[in-house]
């Protein structure tokens, strides 16, 4: 049996939704969440939301520093533009989007 893949935008999502909570921080490369290294597949994503403009790091060392990570204007705006789309196909007996 495989395993199923998430779609890219559901990754997508998920990562926005992390850094829009301030709960994502990058070191020496690596990003956590919570404190945790976060999984392989989601680096990739982290790192897309930054070379886009959709989430900056804040300043500091880059390998010493513990540097969190923030939405831009725009990263805001895709999270909200996913959060409808995620609605319009949530079934109608689940709290959508925020919950």
Known sequence: MSK????RELLE???LRRVGEAE?????GVYFDHGRPVPHHMTG??????W?????VA???????????SLTDAGQARHEALCEQRQ???????EGCHG
């Open 24 to 28: 994502v921080v990058k070191s020496a």
């Open 4 to 7: 199923r893949v998430p779609s």
């Open 52 to 56: 886009t403009g959709l989430a900056t």
């Open 59 to 69: 300043a500091g060392d880059p390998i010493w520093a513990v540097r969190p990570l």
């Open 45 to 50: 994503v982290f790192d897309q939301l930054c």
């Open 88 to 94: 319009r196909v949530t079934l109608p007996e689940t």
């Open 13 to 15: 999502w998920l990562a």
